[in-house]
């Protein structure tokens, strides 16, 4: 996510209070701005996915565990 981050300003997260446990700690010590904790169950970020795509969001990956 780092390095992709690097490649694209546009690239942001969103954690359902699982910063660590899905491995984001690294991105979100290098882009504190572009990560958001929306502290809840994972249904009320998949709920705000349909407005992203005017924002220019294009893709989503729900669970993203490190190997």
């Not at 359902?16 to 249904?43: E, N, Q, T, Y």
Request: proline share 13%; glycine share 8%.
């Amino acid at each position: 996510m780092v390095a992709l981050g690097r490649e694209r300003a546009d690239l942001v997260a969103i954690t359902a209070a699982m910063l660590h446990p899905v491995g984001l700690g690294p991105f979100a010590k290098a882009f504190p701005d572009r990560i958001f904790d929306v502290a809840s169950p994972s249904s009320m970020p998949r709920s705000a996915r349909p407005g992203w795509p005017p924002a220019g969001c294009t893709r989503w990956s729900r669970f993203t565990r490190p190997s």
